[in-house]
């Protein structure tokens, strides 16, 4: 009567109690899922394994009186053990590690401490199902893995102290996914890092360095600096080029980088010998090669029409040659040159280059000479927002305000590499004033330019010859 009595109430309770807990948990799944919950997974393994699994041992041993040494029973167990496993990993998963608030002690552990932890509570588990399932002696199985480990570990000493150095130093947590450092061998961005090594992705590709060997030498972590990120440029020029001069220009450039910090003034300083460094605020060190690069190519052209030498280099570009084609072909038929002004013009042009990108003309600054364009081209934009951009090309002409010591009221920059011929304020002023003619339509240029958005007014891209009809 009371074995009846058992089974049937064991019989009773899955009867009633499967059904009900399978309604139970599929509401409060559909909930957790609905609010994006991360203890979503755990409910569904409860759900969809575990209770399944529990009631068929149910049935099998205290209702149907199969033995527990049987091997169907036996692997029933292993599987419902191995489930209550996973359940355990997930749950402490969620609770400690996902849930955790950012900037916690949990959520700064590393991955590589939670897959050892992992690792551990899985090695147990096992243990732990063969020897009460299975009747397994896992005394005798720790000893064998005890003494295969030692063997191992004597074959694998470096990686294995690879390893270890990797857990120690990701254990001080020097850095993080994401953060720049400054290696003796490498400068980049932190995106790997496992048990052997370190993933840095550099300019020149992925750097992969061994944990044993970044946590025995010293590295800087650029983005925990603390302040404002700084890139160092060190360039040389001829030892006769007054430093004064360069450091200048070197700052001038730097200050028209587009990548450079807002508000935060460049520096330059001479190191002795010819050398020069430049210091520069970036917002990010993945401005770096951009800034550098770009600085370097901007400040090739600069040194070489301020008549500095780069690298100790002369520039020949600006050859009587050239100069004089190019006020026979661009400057002449814009100011209705005669050859023998062209002539007595030609010691006092010079023939220069602008790179991508490079300001030939600043809005609010006063020009120091005129621009006519040879080759390339250059864009113009104004302050005033409802006047469109305009872009200049071979025969156009920049710097016309410089007659009157006016400001400029116009951005233009190089839309390429671009060819010019300048002529300084003095010698254009000498040339206007025995030209009524020309002094008249200059002025009327310089008026028109003003106020650009009146009825026939002269776009900036037209070249001085083309203005004289209207």
């Known amino acids: 009567m009371n074995v009846f009595g058992t089974w049937f109430y064991w019989a009773l309770g899955v009867a009633v109690g499967l059904p009900a807990g399978l309604i139970l948990f599929t509401e409060w799944h559909v909930a957790l899922v609905r609010r994006a919950s991360y203890l979503a997974r755990p409910v569904a393994l409860i759900r969809n394994y575990l209770l399944p699994l529990g009631a068929l ?23 419902f053990g191995f489930m209550l496993l996973v359940l355990l990993l997930s749950g402490l998963n969620v609770t400690f590690f996902q849930s955790a ?100 992705r550099t300019s020149e590709g992925l750097q992969v360095t061994p944990n044993s060997v970044l946590a025995g030498t010293s590295f800087t972590n650029i ?133 991508t990108d490079e300001a030939l003309e600043q809005a609010g600054q006063v020009p120091a000479a005129m621009t006519f364009l040879t080759e390339g081209s250059v864009r113009i934009t104004g302050t005033d927002p409802a006047v469109p951009d305009t872009t200049l090309r071979h025969g156009a002409f920049l710097g016309v305000t410089t007659l009157t010591r006016e400001a400029s009221q116009f951005d233009a920059y190089a839309l390429e ?11 254009i002023e000498d040339l206007v004033m025995a030209k009524p003619l020309l002094l008249q339509e200059l002025g009327r240029i310089i008026d028109q330019r003003r106020r650009p958005h009146q009825t026939g007014a002269v776009s900036p891209d037209l070249p001085f010859a083309d203005t004289l009809g209207r």
């Open 417 to 427: 590499e671009v060819t010019a011929v300048v002529i300084d304020r003095d010698h």
């Open 101 to 200: 608030p950012k900037g916690s002690w949990r959520g700064r552990i590393p991955t590589i401490f939670i897959d050892v932890a992992r690792f551990l509570l899985i090695g147990l588990g096992l243990a732990l199902i063969l020897s009460h399932v299975w009747g397994a002696k896992i005394g005798g199985l720790f000893t064998a893995l005890g003494v295969t480990s030692v063997v191992i570990g004597l074959m694998l000493q470096n990686s294995v102290g690879q390893i270890v150095s990797g857990l120690f130093m990701l254990f001080e947590q020097p850095f993080r996914i994401g953060d720049w450092l400054s290696t003796p061998t490498a400068r980049g961005q932190v995106v790997e890092v496992n048990w052997r090594a370190v993933h840095i």
């Open 57 to 79: 041992l149910v049935l099998l041993v205290p209702v149907a009186g199969v033995a527990t040494q049987d091997p169907t029973v036996r692997v029933i167990f292993t599987v």
């Open 223 to 355: 983005s925990r600096s603390g302040g404002v990120h700084r890139v160092s440029v060190t360039t040389t020029f001829a030892a006769a080029d007054p430093p004064d001069r360069v450091c200048s220009l070197l700052l001038r450039i730097a200050a028209a980088l587009p990548l450079r910090t807002a508000g935060e003034v460049p520096g330059s300083v001479a190191l002795g010998g010819g050398q020069y460094r430049t210091t520069i605020a970036l917002d990010s060190p993945v401005d770096d090669g951009a800034a550098q690069a770009t600085f370097l190519r901007w400040l090739w052209y600069a040194a070489r029409r301020e008549g500095l030498h780069l690298d100790d280099a002369d520039d020949e570009f600006s050859t009587p040659e050239r100069v004089a084609e190019a006020l026979r072909t661009v400057v002449a038929p814009a100011l209705r040159l005669t050859e023998a002004d062209q002539q007595a013009l030609a010691p006092y042009a010079t023939v220069v280059r602008y790179g």
